[in-house]
């Protein structure tokens, strides 16, 4: 089946930093998601990129379609205590699944 | 609240049992989605309706998994003889949309254990 390889699969990050993550696939999406999960409740749909090399930003997040169709990558700029969670990126194939990815977590050192 | 509503949030039952799982969408969201999450993994696509029809039922793992939403609004999703391997946080999710964003609004989850 479709899998999505999503990295890193944890970051421990001080407060301040930026933080890079990045999903990749061996098939193509019509459309890559960004959510964010917290504890105790369901994913939050952070940004939605519909177009093969649209950069979309959202606050200090900032998202890009990779050209080939095969990847993304997120962005956080200036990370603060209230980013911690675990992001999923999620591809739209060509039947109108969702794939996800397995996530990334984020921790901010103390 | 306006948000999408699941009970309960959390299920103990035993080997064997029958389960059932709620889910309120968003008023208006013809789409509704169940998703089964196991512990570091992303949601795992089990059933879609739109409307009152499953439009999409492929990611129901067996038999034993059966969901209903009789008047387009409220879901159950329903697990006859509940096994060990079932055990998951069950996540609801509804959309204003026809399939094809992928833009989802999901509820807190059902944590189901099976002892």
């Known amino acids: 089946g479709q899998q999505l390889n999503q990295s890193p699969q944890s970051m421990f990050i001080q407060e301040g930093e930026d933080v890079s993550m990045n999903c990749t696939s061996s098939?193509?999406?019509?459309?890559w998601l960004w959510y964010k999960q917290e504890p105790g409740e369901g994913p939050v749909l952070l940004i939605a990129?519909?177009?093969a090399g649209e950069l979309t930003s959202n606050g200090r997040l900032t998202a890009q379609f990779g050209i080939t169709r095969k990847d993304s990558f997120l962005n956080i700029s200036a990370s603060i205590p209230s980013d911690v969670g675990i992001y999923f990126c999620?591809?739209?194939?060509?039947?109108?699944?969702?794939?996800w990815g397995a996530g990334t977590k984020l921790i901010i050192k103390p | 609240g306006a948000g999408v509503s699941q009970t309960p949030s959390n299920k103990v039952t035993e080997k064997g049992k029958y389960v059932e799982l709620r889910c309120d969408p968003i008023?208006?969201?013809?789409?509704l989605y169940w998703y089964r999450q196991s512990l570091g993994q992303g949601p795992e696509f089990l059933i879609y309706?739109?409307?009152?029809?499953?439009?999409?039922d492929s990611g129901l793992p067996n038999d034993r998994f059966f969901a209903v939403r009789p008047e387009g609004s409220v879901s159950t999703l329903k697990i006859q003889r509940t096994e060990r391997g079932d055990s998951a946080v069950y996540l609801c999710?509804?959309?204003?949309?026809?399939?094809?964003?992928?833009?989802?609004?999901f509820g807190e989850g059902s944590r189901l254990t099976v002892l």
């Open positions: 008023s208006g969201h013809t789409a």
């Open positions: 999620a591809g739209l194939d060509s039947n109108y699944q969702l794939i």
């Open positions: 999710a509804s959309s204003y949309s026809v399939r094809g964003t992928g833009e989802l609004f």
């Open positions: 098939s193509i999406f019509n459309t």
């Open positions: 309706f739109q409307g009152t029809g499953a439009a999409d």
């Open positions: 990129l519909y177009k």
